[in-house]
């Protein structure tokens, strides 16, 4: 039982990881801009197709589709922001609305492109397997738990040290105030969407190494993000990878000891138990430093 | 003049003629309503290709009788499904074919059922779906025969314990439940473990597989993303089974093709052996048509989605010529089907099933797949014990 458990707390942490840099790019515009980007699950599919297309045409390994992913989702997420920056009212239920419309036009367009079948990376080195003492996962698990890990410590300190990342932060405090230390708020929010995109570049090539890929995944993904997100405490990218990992870590423990059938519930109730407790999420604004 | 006059007369009588002759062989109109977005767009795009061949090869071999085919995506989802039958209906069709997954055929076919639409397909094994006793509904398999083709081959391979692991939908949890009353009705000790459709790590099912089930085989119901999955963990933790058996979408020419690491050995329900051997006219005159319209090889969706598209524009073409379309003839001359296909010979009880439906089985090797139960349809030798890893 105790390498049962062990293995799914190590399995869990993975996924945790994983979970968390699909959330971190949605994390990262709702905390900015208040803006719920329905369509992030999709645009981290587009860099899964991405990653798809040239392991397949150029018979490379995955990872080195990494730039082209980062160029054409930051293009297409720096669009999104385009279309979101024409909203004049109610901008926080309008933005919803159009963002899931360009979900369901990029799902379409992936449908259409890649058709319907699933893929995943034929990389063998990605997925062969790596085995510490009694716990086992996938060369391509660990890998992006690392990159999953130094990407969310660079965001923290972009957000918290660089220049732009305080302007971000100072425009999503107070829009006004901002402008008049003479930060250019619509530039900003245009680097929270590159940065957004950049973080899905990532995530989507990371999920096209170790996991399935098919046209109707992105709608899960952003549900999954926006679970994390919540959890987290608005805002937060501690909050992010604590979130991320306890839902991983609880979905993982629940198909061990109980049925995989019990872990999308177990999810929730965990999601619903923690906003009970702490309505801002783990590290709300209540709790957030700096 | 009277000539003149006479000539033109004889002339419209004609044209009249052939325009009722046209009329006569008018189109008949037939319904497809598939999934071809959603989660289902793949298996429904793979039926619609089965769809489309049976349109052209009836009417490539039917002077008397056409059919036009009217397409609606139901988008994976059963509201949807149900409009799209409406929104058919509306257009005139005489039938349905198409639906894919059980939760979609159900309410769909109960609205054709109201629209007096005779609705067949071969997407959804649910039992429940022939139980309400629809007259105008049939299906052309079943789950009982998937567990037939299943129960047979671990019967030769003589096991004694068997791990299941399925996923928590209508049709997959009916088939593993059913293959484990039979297993254990036969003395096997068996295991089992249900799966969301959410979940994208297997790794801690496999493990409790290795470490607490022990079994020889693990048996997969699911679907292809999930199989792939599965043999993704079990081949990192290497559980010490002697067989990966699974069943629908996964002895097939695609999975060969697209993971060629981890197939080796796997077992799945296959129609026919990979490349594909058609003996039969009938079978050789849709693999032309299909490689002619696809340009490459066909598969079980594109089997199914022919036979019971073909069984329908048949019993359309009996109905027409006894001038029973309008009287619910269709479904009269569907209910007496009695004919060798490309997946057997089809009879329909009066539920609408077909009590015929056996499944076989077939194993990847080396890039190919070979028929490997029953022995009377094997075109390859069956390797056991065998795994990817």
Redesign the interface.
Known sequence: MLELIAQALYSGVLQGGSYALIALGLALVFGTMSVINLAHGELVLLAAYIAYTVESRLGVNPVFAIPLALLVVCLSAMLVYALISLIRNDREINTLILTYGIGIILTNGVLLIWSADIHTTSSVWLQDAVVVGPLYSMHSELLFFVVSVVLMGGLWWWLSRSWYGRAVRAVSSNRDAAKLMGINPRLTEIISFAVAGLLAAFAGVALYSYGVIQPSYGHVLTVKAFIITVLAGIGSIPGVLVGALLLGVTESLTVTLASSALQELAGMTLFLLVLFVMPNGLFGAARRRG | MNTFYKKLGLTAVTALALSAQAALAAEFLVGAEIPL???L??V??GMNEGISVAVEVFNKTNAKHKIKIITADDE?APAKAIAAVEKLAGQGVLAITGGYGSNNIAPASDAANKLGLPYITSGGVDDALTKRGYKTFFRINNTQGYQKAVVGLLGDMKVKSVSIIYL?KQATGDLAKDVQKELEGKGLKVGT????P????F???I??VK??DKSEVILMVGY??DY??IL?AA????PDVKAMVGVWSLATP?MAS????LMPSVYGTALLPFPAEFKTADGKLFADTYKKLYNKEPDYLGQFGYVQSMLLFEAIARAADKATLSKGGIAQELSKTSRDTLIGHVIFNEQGDNPNFVHRMGQHQAGKIAIVWPANAATGKINFPGVPW
């Open positions: 977005t959603g989660n767009a793949r429904g795009s994976s928590t473990h249900a799966f969301d959410a979940i994208n790590d790794k801690p099912i493990n409790k470490l607490q292809e993303n792939v999955g993704r081949k990192v933790l290497k695609k697209e993971f060629p690491d």
